[in-house]
């Protein structure tokens, strides 16, 4: 090889290494859009409305928030993994598209571990476990008694099978040794009327839609899911708390790019998350919705979490008994 040939292949590697630090320096020149696999008004669309407002005024370019709703969140992961791959396309999911539905449903188009680069976790939803007063059970304990003395008396409803409600109530049953029968609704409301009014005896709830109806007295909170009381209901001691070890399940919402994108553009949104989330004003917004503010070292770290909540919700599926769909 000559030397004005090396000379050559030098220079023209370092126009392209200059051009591309100048891209991804200059990264973003358009505005952005946020993919939510949710309707408009759910926790997870606000919460991505909150963190696009302060995102946006970070990174200096407006970010747009799509509802993609369909398939239990799993349409908007779908469509994402389509994208170009030049972090202008987004999702922010959750639990369900990313450790459960895949689980669930054979007709996904997506692998959650392998076709998506993740960001960073932006919050957690604790769930409660909440009962009505027919059985004049008012603790976690008196729970556990009466299913035991009565097994196969007591019911739960969920928002569906295969959902979180579902898996949560059969973590417990598992964890606690306890029969109870499963009555799957098409969403929360009907089900939590159910429950309210007596024709279901509990189910497991978002702390957010369960505490309005707890502080009026219709239905008695008995324990939270998580490892922690939640921010927003501190009196309600937590499952651990009350004798079942390792029971940390809940809901938890990050950020997702199309495989492929720059693992600097990767970086400069998972900074400026970060930032966002530890913003004061931004998280009295996020905390008033019911959510936990939850932001990951790295994004390695989160896609750690991830795998692992996709193994333990994997087998809850099967311990379940539920066939893909």
């Avoid at 370092?14 to 100048?22: A, E, G, P, R």
């Amino acid at each position: 090889m000559t030397k004005l040939k090396k000379s050559l292949i030098t220079l023209s590697s370092v126009i392209t290494v200059t051009l591309s630090t100048h891209a991804y320096a200059a990264w973003p020149e358009n505005p952005i859009t946020f993919v939510v696999g949710f309707p408009p008004g759910t926790s997870t669309d606000s919460i991505a409305r909150i963190l696009s407002e302060s995102m946006s005024k970070r990174l200096g370019q407006n970010i747009i928030v799509e509802n993609k709703p369909g398939v239990g969140g799993s349409l908007a992961v779908s469509q994402v993994t389509k994208a170009k791959p030049d972090g202008y396309t987004l999702v922010l999911s959750a639990t369900a598209p990313m450790n459960i539905n895949p689980h669930v449903y054979k007709s996904l188009t997506y692998d959650p571990l392998k076709d998506l680069e993740p960001i960073g976790q932006s919050t957690w939803l604790p769930y409660v476990l909440v009962m009505n007063k027919t059985k004049n059970v008012s603790s976690f304990k008196e729970l556990i008694n009466y299913a035991k003395k009565h097994p196969g008396d007591l019911t739960y409803a969920s928002i569906g099978k295969g959902t979180t409600s579902h898996l949560l109530m059969e973590m417990l049953s598992k964890a606690s040794g306890i029969e109870m029968v499963h009555v799957p609704y098409s969403g929360s409301t009907q089900s939590q009327s159910d429950v309210i009014g007596g024709n279901v005896d509990m189910t497991f709830d978002t702390v957010v839609s369960a505490l309005p109806h707890v502080k009026t007295g219709r239905l008695n909170a008995l324990a939270v899911s998580v490892n922690k009381r939640a921010e927003l209901a501190p009196d309600i001691p937590t499952i651990e708390e009350q004798g079942i070890p390792n029971f940390n399940m809940g809901a938890w919402l990050g950020f997702f790019a199309p495989k492929g994108t720059s693992q600097e553009i990767i970086q400069k949104l998972h900074i400026t998350l970060n930032e966002s989330l530890n913003d004061p004003e931004t998280r009295k917004k996020l905390t008033a919705l019911g959510s936990e503010v939850v932001s990951s070292e790295s994004p390695q770290a989160f896609a750690k979490m991830v795998k692992e909540n996709y193994e333990t919700w994997g087998n809850l599926v099967k311990t379940a008994g539920i066939e893909k769909q």
